[in-house]
């Protein structure tokens, strides 16, 4: 007899994600993803100035901010065929770099971590052992055994105050958690020292777009910094050596300590590349632009059927036609009305709420469905990834050859390519992924300094909006996969906008065709030890870190009012 079981919210930040499984024989047989908040920013948008689009969709998340942002005005930029200059273009991709990698280290640390290592379990720690080990692993200098000491001894004090915060609700003591006390105390160090090393990574985005979350130097046309060599009160060469020493110690970070980490709970927790495969088409899209038209990339792009790495097709420019025509959304089974059946490309995509309650085989999520060329697919770290070594990207193979040479020494055994495609691959990606976006914010950083060097210093190139109806798509691969921006302009104002993005691509519902999304193929199969506890549902689902503000947003039902903004 199959067991039902309903998490909700099962996500620790960024919005509300339902996750509904029926368990039978100990493994999951059926799931259910339902999005529980309704985004209304589209809404927001029509009308408005279409400059202006990139501040509004910001405020889609409080985390995801620059992603949209950049996304925003990259998709206005594509309806004008507008060139962007190189400076404007290395400042955009040092933010959006330096953001990545925050988020990646956030993501491991802070949001997903805690399904793995065992808190409690750390105060039984020797912690000169867990030093020994540490030292072993790389030559981070917070791995001494005197932080070892100090570690466990402000566990020791928070637990015994009673005020455990993040970690009250921690599945401790459960079947399924592997790590030994000394692996479980390496890491919550780590953790606790993630938390000043994320903030450099923060400073550098502030630093670049004047505040985060929601900066305020995007433009349609480049960016608002003013660049000058000799002045304290715009972008300087003293605040960009600020930045490069903010860059170095993200990188230690990343280098001696995510990487290893990472590799490490891939060892311990090998059988995991056996669980949560799901769906293995992948898209990502080329991103780190590094002319002024969008054609030459540092980081690639494309779409890879079944798994298959030779199967490979790339994406090659900004609007490029095979991305462009190959959206669509679906929302047979969310809680929308199209005026007409059947899947719509995101220029001609509607926003009508109907909600109609949970319905396991009818509608029941705010997330509609994606789907390319009529199929499902899997985008984030993963998806990028696996493009990056079909598509031969040197970076990329590197940074992945360095982790699974880790895992496959401390496991004692060769982890193949294919163990990639599991929930714990899609930890080891999204490491990868955090050490190729470093090089790229370090690229990117020199040659902005090497293009001030010869004089340039221009960061914007205004825009003109014809009469006629314009449309242009924007795309990013952001933290968690590809986020799209759909476009219409009609006499300068916007008539239709449409934002498709990664967690919707992820949390999708069943589509047209009835076929599961990204997170529901992930959890067939799933082991569930104790269904009063299900961590391992928790393990596949945090994998692919959810955002759920951005596939999904809220509205006032009863007033009918969606925002109101006061200009003073």
Not at 59 to 74: E, L
Not at 312 to 327: A, C, E, L, N, Q
Request: with cysteine; glycine share 8%.
């Amino acid at each position: 007899m199959a067991t039902r079981i309903s998490i909700d919210p099962i996500t620790r930040i960024e919005g509300h994600l339902r996750i509904d499984v029926e368990v039978e024989n100990g493994k999951v047989t059926k799931a259910w993803s339902s999005g529980q908040m309704w985004r209304g920013v589209e809404l927001i948008l029509l009308g408005r100035d279409p400059r202006d689009a990139w501040a509004i969709t910001q405020r889609i998340c409080g985390v995801c901010t620059t992603v949209h942002a950049i996304t925003s005005v990259r998709s206005i930029e594509n309806a004008l065929n507008l060139e962007i200059p190189l400076n404007a273009q290395y400042i955009r991709n040092m933010i959006m770099t330096a953001h990545a990698v925050h988020d990646h280290i956030v993501h491991f640390y802070h949001l997903s971590a805690l399904d793995w290592v065992d808190v409690v379990s750390a105060l039984k720690a020797d912690p000169v052992k867990t030093a020994q080990l540490a030292e072993s692993l790389s030559d981070w200098d917070g791995n001494s055994r005197h932080v070892m000491i100090e570690t466990q001894n402000r566990l020791k004090a928070f637990v015994g105050s009673g005020q455990l915060g993040v970690f009250a609700n921690g599945y401790w003591g459960h079947p399924a958690m592997k790590l030994s006390p000394e692996v479980n105390l390496l890491a919550v160090a780590h953790y606790l020292q993630a938390l000043d090393v994320q903030r450099y990574a923060n400073k550098i985005v502030s630093t670049l777009g004047s505040k985060t979350p929601h900066i305020q130097n995007m433009a349609v046309g480049g960016v608002s910094n003013p660049i000058a060599t000799d002045s304290q009160s715009v972008l300087s060469v003293e605040r960009l050596l600020l930045i490069k020493e903010m860059i170095d110690k993200v990188g230690a970070f990343i280098r001696n300590c995510y990487l290893v980490d990472v590799a490490a709970v891939g060892a311990f927790y090998a059988d995991w590349t056996g669980i949560g495969q799901g769906i293995t088409d992948y898209l990502a899209v080329p991103d780190v632009p590094m002319d002024s038209k969008g054609t030459q990339f540092m980081m690639p792009g494309g779409y890879i059927k079944g798994g298959d790495l030779a199967s490979y097709k790339p994406i090659t420019s900004f609007g490029d036609p095979y991305f462009r025509d190959g959206v669509a959304e679906s929302v047979k089974h969310s809680w929308y009305n199209y005026q007409q059946p059947g899947a719509l490309h995101p220029w001609k995509g509607e926003t009508k709420p109907n909600y109609t309650d949970f319905q396991d085989g009818g509608k029941y999520s705010w997330v509609k469905a994606p789907t390319f060329y009529g199929k499902p697919a899997q985008v984030g770290p993963l998806a990028q990834v696996l493009c990056g070594v079909a598509a031969g990207h040197q970076p990329t193979i590197g940074y992945l050859n360095k982790v699974v040479d880790t895992v496959s020494s401390l496991a004692g055994t060769k982890i193949p390519l294919t163990a990639l495609h599991s929930t714990i691959g899609r930890h080891a990606a999204r490491a990868v992924r955090c050490g190729v976006m470093y090089e790229c914010l370090q690229a990117n950083w020199q040659a902005l300094m090497e293009n001030l060097a010869k004089g340039d210093t221009k960061t914007f190139n205004k825009p003109v909006f014809p009469k006629s109806e314009i449309m242009g798509v924007g795309f990013h691969e952001a933290p968690r996969g590809v986020l799209s921006h759909w476009s219409v302009i009609k006499e300068g104002k916007i008539s239709n906008y449409q934002a498709v993005v990664p967690t919707t691509w992820n949390a999708a519902p069943r589509n047209e065709e009835d076929a599961i999304g990204p997170y529901e193929a992930a959890l067939l199969g799933t082991p569930v030890a104790d269904p009063e506890r299900p961590l391992e549902v928790l393990r596949t689902v945090h994998s692919f870190d959810p955002c759920l503000a951005c596939a999904v947003h809220l509205t006032d039902t009863e007033h009918k009012k969606v925002v109101t903004v006061k200009v003073l």
